[in-house]
C-alpha cells in the first residue's frame, strides 16, 4: 500500500491528499446528514463524535502522504511544525486580534445598513479563554492537512494569493455536509440552505488568504494557523451566542454578509500591503515538497 500511494502522491499530489481528505470525511459527515434529515440531532455526543472524527480527514491524509513519501523522519518533520513557537511577534498579536475585529467591523455595518440594534452581553475580555478552547476540534483535526500540506503543495505551483484562494474554495466545499447537521456553527438557521453555502463559500476564499498569509510570515508554523482556526472559530461563537436581545434568524443572516464584505476589504488591503507573489517579506521555501 505505501508503494501504491508513494507513486500517486509524487504524481498527482493534490488530487491523492484531496482524494483521501473528503473520502475520510464525508463518509462520516454524509451518512450522518441524511440520517439527521435536516432535523435536531437527539444525540448530540454521538453526533459531534462523528462531526469531529470526520474532521480529521485533512490532517490523517497528509500524515498518511507525508509517510508514504518520507516515512517516519517525513512525519516528525510535519508534526514538529505543530510546537513552532518561535515566529514573528506580531503573528500572535494578528491571530488574536484580526479575526475579533473583522467581527466588530461587520456588527457595525450591520447595525449601519441593516438597522440592527444589538448589545454583545459576553465581555471581550474573555475572548483569550474562548480561544483556548475552541483549539480542539477543528483547528487541530484540519490544519495539518489544509496548511500543513496543501498550502506548501500549491505554492510550488502559483502564488500565495492564488494558493489561498484554491484552499479557500476547496476547504468551504469540504465543508458542505455539515451545513446538513443541524446544531452545529455551520448550520446555525439555515440548515440544508443552498445560500448559506454560497456565503460561507464567499467567507472562506478571503480568509483562506489570511491564513496562507500567516503561514508564510510565520515560516511554516501549524500552531499559528492552528491558534488562528481557533481565533476564527471563537470569535464567531462570541458574537452569535453573546448578543442581546438574540439574533433572529434573518439578523443572523445580514450579519454574517456583513462579515463577508469587511472580510473581504481587510484581506484585500493584506494583499496589496504584502503583495500577491508571497504574501511576506520574504520567500519561504517549504520542506514539503512531493517526492522527497
Known amino acids: 500500500m505505501r508503494t501504491l500511494l508513494q507513486r500517486l502522491s509524487i504524481q498527482y499530489p493534490v488530487a491523492t491528499f484531496l482524494t483521501l481528505t473528503f473520502l475520510w470525511t464525508w463518509l462520516w459527515w454524509v451518512p450522518l446528514a441524511i440520517s439527521l434529515k435536516g432535523e435536531m440531532t437527539t444525540n448530540v455526543p454521538l453526533t459531534l ?25 517525513g512525519v516528525k518533520d510535519l508534526l514538529k511544525r505543530v510546537v ?95 451545513f446538513y447537521v443541524q446544531g452545529i456553527a455551520l448550520a446555525i438557521a ?26 508564510n510570515n510565520s515560516r511554516g508554523s501549524l500552531l499559528i494557523t492552528i491558534l488562528f482556526h481557533a481565533s476564527l472559530n471563537a470569535s464567531g461563537g462570541f458574537v452569535f451566542a453573546g448578543q442581546v436581545p438574540a439574533l433572529l434568524p434573518f439578523q443572523i443572516q445580514q450579519l454574517t454578509w456583513a462579515h463577508v464584505i469587511v472580510t473581504w476589504a481587510v484581506t484585500m488591503l493584506i494583499v496589496w500591503y504584502w503583495k500577491p507573489e508571497h504574501l511576506a517579506a520574504s520567500k519561504w521555501v517549504s520542506d514539503v515538497k512531493p517526492g522527497t
Open 190 to 215: 439555515e440548515t440544508g440552505q443552498p445560500i448559506a453555502m454560497v456565503r460561507y463559500l464567499l467567507e472562506t476564499i478571503p480568509i483562506g488568504v489570511l491564513f496562507v498569509w500567516l503561514f
Open 49 to 73: 463524535s462523528v462531526v469531529i472524527i470526520g474532521a480529521f480527514g485533512p490532517t490523517l491524509s497528509a500524515l498518511l502522504i507525508v509517510w508514504a513519501q518520507r516515512g517516519a523522519s
Open 84 to 178: 513552532r513557537w518561535r515566529v514573528t511577534w506580531w503573528c500572535y498579536l494578528a491571530l488574536l486580534i484580526l479575526p475579533p475585529f473583522l467581527w466588530i467591523v461587520a456588527t457595525l455595518l450591520a447595525r449601519v445598513v441593516f438597522s440592527i440594534d444589538t448589545q454583545l452581553a459576553i465581555p471581550w475580555y474573555l475572548f483569550p479563554l474562548a480561544l483556548l478552547s475552541s483549539v480542539v476540534g477543528g483547528p487541530i483535526a484540519e490544519e495539518g492537512g489544509w496548511r500543513g500540506y496543501l498550502v506548501p503543495v500549491l505554492q510550488q505551483k502559483t502564488t500565495a494569493f492564488v494558493t489561498g484562494i484554491v484552499v479557500g474554495i476547496i476547504w468551504a466545499v469540504w465543508h458542505f455536509p455539515a
